[in-house]
């Protein structure tokens, strides 16, 4: 599942987001198991990881049974007056992005800091699939253009 999550989003988040320029996936040196890169159009980029489980019962290798897609959320913008990005603000766009995407097998898609309750203190987004599987994608690290992820995971800087 997380290994066709992951494609899924190198494939259907650029066209889904136009400041999206390219989606990979994160492996190698420090890369948890299942992550992604983004860049956007600025040249900033951002490292997700992906973590998750399955619905009780539901084998890996069996996708979610599909039904009808999430319905779209405006794409809010990305960058501030600066042309940077914040992480709250990457949160916001990549939630609408993956509701743009029209997979049928994706019941919600939120942020965590807006998560019913108590919001997380730290961004990333969650997937629920129609079957109960869920996915969790913290940000990891943030990157300005021309900039590496740096060595720190999860100190992300407040604009990138």
Known sequence: ML?????????????????ISAVEPWQ????????IAVTFSSGSRLWL??????????????????????????LPALFDETGTVSPLRAEAYLTAALT??????????YGYSNRPGQPAQHPGLGVI???????????????????????????LQTSF
């Open 3 to 19: 290994d066709r999550f992951t494609q899924f989003c190198v494939q259907a988040l650029p066209p889904s987001g136009p400041d």
């Open 28 to 35: 190698g040196d420090g890369a948890p198991a299942y992550g």
């Open 49 to 74: 990881q992906i973590t998750g489980g399955l619905a009780p019962g539901t084998p890996a290798s069996e996708p979610s049974t599909p039904a009808s897609a999430p319905v779209p959320v405006p």
């Open 100 to 109: 743009h995407t029209d997979s049928t097998e994706i019941a919600e898609v």
């Open 129 to 155: 699939f129609h079957n109960g599987a869920r996915l969790y994608l913290p940000f990891v690290h943030t990157a300005k253009a021309g900039q590496d992820r740096g060595r720190s995971p999860f100190r």
